[in-house]
C-alpha cells in the first residue's frame, strides 16, 4: 500500500539558511499534518491542512510556512535557521479530518550546522 | 497542563515477559479518540491502534492489547510474550474533537521499552 512520501530524507543546513521540506499524502487523504520532533522528545504538532486551507496551528515558529497544493501534497518553508530547529520533521496524512488515524511518513531529518 | 501522560520514561524487561504500557489523558471533551504509535530505532511512527471515546472495549491483536477505562482516564498497551524487535519508544496520543477541524495529535512524552534477549 502507498505510504505517505517525504522529502528529502535527510537535509543538511547552515544557520541562517532556509529549507523546503515536501510531503506527498496517501492517495486521497484529504488532510495533511506536520510535526516535529525534538533529539528524545515527543513529535510536537506544528500546522494542519484539510482540502488546501490550513485548519490548525501548534507551536510553529513565525520563521516557519507551510502550505498544500492543488494535488494535496505539502511543503513547509522553514526560513532563518537556527540551530535548535535541528529535529526530525514528520509529515502525516488522514481521510476524514481528525477522528482518522494518521499515518505519518518517515520523516525528513534536518541538521542546522 | 500535560494532556497525555506516560509515567514510565523507560521499561527494560527479558523477552518473553509480558509488560504493560502505561497511559493516562485528560480532557474536557466527551468526543476524542486516543492512540498509540510505535517508533522503532529506524525512527519511523507506526500506528498501532485507534480507540473513540465511546468504545470502551478491550481489544486484541496478536501479542498486543489496550485496556481503555473512562473511569480512570487510563488508555493501557499490554504486549504479551515480548521479543526483541518490539524495542522501541511507544508513544500514547490524544485527538480532542474542536469542532471538526484537523486538531494535531498530542502526544504524550513516550516509553522507551527495551527487550532484552
Known amino acids: 500500500a502507498a505510504g505517505v512520501i517525504q522529502s528529502p530524507r535527510h537535509l543538511i543546513k547552515e544557520k541562517r539558511e532556509t529549507a523546503t521540506l515536501k510531503c506527498y499524502p496517501i492517495p486521497r487523504h484529504d488532510t495533511v499534518y506536520w510535526y516535529q520532533q525534538g533529539p528524545g522528545q515527543d513529535p510536537q504538532f506544528l500546522i494542519s491542512?484539510?482540502?488546501?486551507?490550513?485548519?490548525d496551528k501548534g507551536s510553529i515558529p513565525d520563521r516557519f510556512s507551510a502550505q498544500q497544493f492543488s494535488d494535496y501534497h505539502s511543503e513547509l518553508n522553514m526560513s532563518s535557521l537556527e540551530l535548535g530547529d535541528s529535529a526530525l520533521y514528520f509529515c502525516?496524512?488522514?481521510?476524514?479530518?481528525?477522528?482518522?488515524?494518521?499515518?505519518f511518513g518517515n520523516g525528513t531529518r534536518l541538521t542546522v550546522t | 497542563a500535560q494532556k497525555v501522560t506516560q509515567a514510565q520514561t523507560e521499561i527494560s524487561v527479558v523477552e518473553k515477559e509480558d509488560v504493560t504500557l502505561d497511559c493516562v489523558y485528560e480532557t474536557r471533551d466527551t468526543t476524542y479518540y486516543l492512540f498509540w504509535y510505535k517508533q522503532p530505532p529506524s525512527g519511523e511512527l507506526v500506528f498501532l491502534i485507534r480507540r473513540n471515546s465511546f468504545d470502551e472495549q478491550n481489544e486484541i491483536s496478536g501479542r498486543y492489547s489496550w485496556n481503555f477505562q473512562k473511569s480512570t482516564s487510563s488508555f493501557n498497551f499490554t504486549i504479551t510474550a515480548s521479543q526483541v524487535v518490539d524495542s522501541a519508544v511507544y508513544f500514547c496520543?490524544?485527538?480532542?474533537?474542536?469542532?471538526?477541524?484537523?486538531?494535531?495529535?498530542?502526544f504524550g512524552k513516550g516509553t522507551h521499552l527495551i527487550i532484552q534477549p
Open positions: 502525516a496524512s488522514s481521510s476524514q479530518g481528525w477522528n482518522s488515524p494518521l499515518h
Open positions: 496520543a490524544l485527538s480532542e474533537y474542536s469542532g471538526g477541524g484537523a486538531d494535531g495529535l498530542t
Open positions: 491542512f484539510y482540502e488546501k486551507m490550513q485548519s
